[in-house]
Each structure stands twice: as structure tokens, then as C-alpha cells.
């Protein structure tokens, strides 16, 4: 039977959006994150992380310096009692790129292909998943490859834009809230 999924955006969702985190000393997690993500994983969802990363195209910061900070990311999950977090990230842009980054790709947000591809991966079951990101992209993407439920976190208003199934918060502890927490899981 597919199982439950929590996608996650990385930046702005996991850590603190300070443009082009490449390194463990420009991580600030996400006040609730870690809370977020074991309540979700104890109501049987499996967390996956869906990130753009545009620095690598931009020559910014390497796959491999990529891949180091995702290692060290995990090694705090597992501190907080998380279970492994897959990672699938899109290095391309469409526009801004160097060598074999400079493409329109079927993986870059707002297309679906990060979450298309977990999902034949995990066995995911899109319509009893959940995705939570905090640009409209994010909202997109969940939206083309099927997944039912979104959280846009945002203070600011959502675009004009009808998708079905998104909740608006304006943090990711506010998640937490009893209520809210109620009527995601």
C-alpha cells in the first residue's frame, strides 16, 4: 500500500532563507521544524525535501558542497530523533546557469518532477500527501503532480491563482496549533 508523504521545501521551510545556504554555518533551522516533521513521521508520513538550488547552476556552490550540507543537515534530524530525509533538489535555471545548468527542465519548481520522481521511488500516494513550502512555486508543483493538501507559508497574500487544498500559515510553528495540526493530519 503507497504511504503518506511530507514534501518539504528546503530554504524558507528547514532552515532560515539567507540566499544560497551552501555551508553547515549559514544553517539556522526553522523555529518548529524539527517538531513539525516528527509529529508528521509519527502520523506515518515520510518526510522528503524538494529544493530548487539555482547556486549550484549560478556556479555558487558545488553538487558536492551541496550534497556535504545535506549529510550535515541529516547528522541534526538524527539528533532530533528524525528518521532519514531523502533530498531531491533541481540544480537547473532556465536562464541564469552555467554549462549543462542552463536549461528548462521538467525538475525545477513550480514543474513536478522532484515530487513525481519520490514518489515512484518511495511508493508515495500523492493524494494522502502533504506539502508545505513558502513560495507559490512550491504550491505549483504540488499542485501539477497531484499532491491533495499544501500549506503556503507566507504573510504575504496568496497570488490571485485558484489551487485547490492550500491552507495559509504564516509560520511553520503555527502549524503546530492544535487545531491546525488537527485538520492536517
Not at 545535506?70 to 528524525?82: A, D, K, P, V, Y
Not at 533530498?87 to 521538467?106: D, F, M, R, W
Request: hydrophobic share 40%; proline share 5%; charged share 15%.
Amino acid at each position: 500500500m503507497p504511504g503518506k508523504a511530507l514534501f518539504l521545501d528546503r530554504d524558507g521551510i528547514i532552515n532560515v532563507d539567507t540566499g544560497y545556504v551552501s555551508k553547515p554555518q549559514q544553517v539556522t533551522f526553522v523555529a518548529g521544524i524539527f517538531e513539525v516533521i516528527a509529529r508528521f513521521v509519527a502520523a506515518g508520513y515520510t518526510p522528503v525535501i524538494v529544493t530548487n538550488q539555482s547556486g549550484i547552476g549560478r556556479g555558487m556552490y558545488t553538487e558536492t558542497d551541496f550534497h556535504q550540507l545535506s549529510e550535515w543537515m541529516q547528522s541534526q534530524f538524527t539528533r532530533q530523533g528524525l528518521p532519514a530525509i531523502p533530498v531531491y533538489y533541481c540544480p537547473h535555471h532556465p536562464t541564469e546557469a552555467i554549462a549543462g545548468y542552463l536549461q528548462s527542465c521538467a525538475c525545477r519548481k513550480p514543474e513536478p518532477g522532484m515530487i513525481l520522481q519520490a514518489t515512484r521511488d518511495h511508493g508515495l500516494a500523492l493524494d494522502e500527501s502533504l506539502l508545505i513550502g513558502d513560495s507559490w512555486r512550491d504550491i505549483q508543483a504540488a499542485d501539477a503532480a497531484g499532491v491533495s493538501r499544501k500549506v503556503f507559508v507566507s504573510t504575504q497574500a496568496k497570488p490571485a491563482q485558484t489551487i485547490s487544498g492550500v491552507l495559509q500559515v504564516g509560520s511553520v510553528s503555527a502549524i503546530l496549533d492544535a487545531d491546525t495540526l488537527a485538520g492536517l493530519l
